[in-house]
């Protein structure tokens, strides 16, 4: 099937920014306004905002929101995986994500916390503990330690929904992250939160999260129970 006019418009913004991105443009360095470039290339807002859709899929750009379009760094660039928060994924499934909060508080880093968050050892984060639902129902128990310069004030109400949502509005929206996916069983006290019979099998799952300009901002750990929830990954096999 031919292209039309606008998918063959937005083909060459997307070629010509691509273009810019790979031999003009340096990590993290700004793209043009949505306005500049409709006026650079003489088409639409709504072909440039298809163009500029399609980088950050594939990994090329990212946003900084209040901010503009930046290069991505070609080291953190993933075609194959999306960086999601638990709300993200839960209302993907046409389910209506959820959280109780079981614990707020600031604490001194250990040292494998520090570690991760390229903090010294004792540094204050935020440690959050919270039970995450889905249609109500006990999905998996949560626990996150995040730098306390990044939430600074905020208190218990800045949890409550997406945790990444939050982090963007305090200008360190993820980005990318570190992330280990690997089998366990429940333990006898998140056994009674999920709802499940203690040491029944469960997914925990391990990740470090980064802004675009590379900063740990959080490391977070996460217990799903097995008959609810499972990891799909697109695979491609390399030719020789």
């Not at 360095?29 to 088409?43: A, I, M, N, Q």
């Not at 990044?150 to 360190?172: F, K, N, P, Q």
């Amino acid at each position: 099937m031919s292209q039309g006019p606008a998918e063959r418009k937005h083909e060459v913004v997307y070629q010509q920014l691509l273009h810019d991105i790979q031999h003009v443009h340096r990590p993290h360095d700004p793209l043009p306004s949505e306005r500049e470039l409709t006026s650079r290339y003489e088409v639409s807002r709504a072909t440039v905002r298809e163009a500029m859709r399609r980088l950050e899929e594939e990994g090329w750009v990212y946003r900084q929101q209040g901010s503009g379009t930046y290069v991505s760094d070609p080291a953190t660039i993933s075609k194959n995986l999306a960086l999601t928060s638990f709300t993200e994924d839960m209302r993907a499934r046409r389910l209506t994500p959820g959280s109780k909060l079981l614990s707020y508080t600031r604490v001194p880093a250990s040292a494998d916390v520090a570690r991760d968050l390229n903090l010294s050892p004792g540094a204050p984060v935020i440690h959050i503990e919270r039970l995450r639902l889905a249609d109500g129902s006990p999905m998996c128990v949560e626990q996150v330690w995040v730098r306390a310069d990044i939430l600074r004030d905020a208190d218990e109400t800045a949890v409550t929904g997406s945790l990444y949502e939050t982090l963007a509005a305090l200008g360190a929206e993820p980005h990318h992250a570190d992330q280990v996916i690997a089998a366990t069983v429940v333990e006898p006290r998140q056994a009674d939160l999920l709802g499940v019979a203690a040491f029944s099998p469960a997914l925990r799952v391990t990740r470090i999260t980064f802004d675009a300009a590379g900063r740990a901002v959080e490391r977070g750990e996460s217990v799903y129970r097995a008959d609810r929830y499972s990891y799909r990954v697109t695979v491609t096999r390399r030719t020789p």
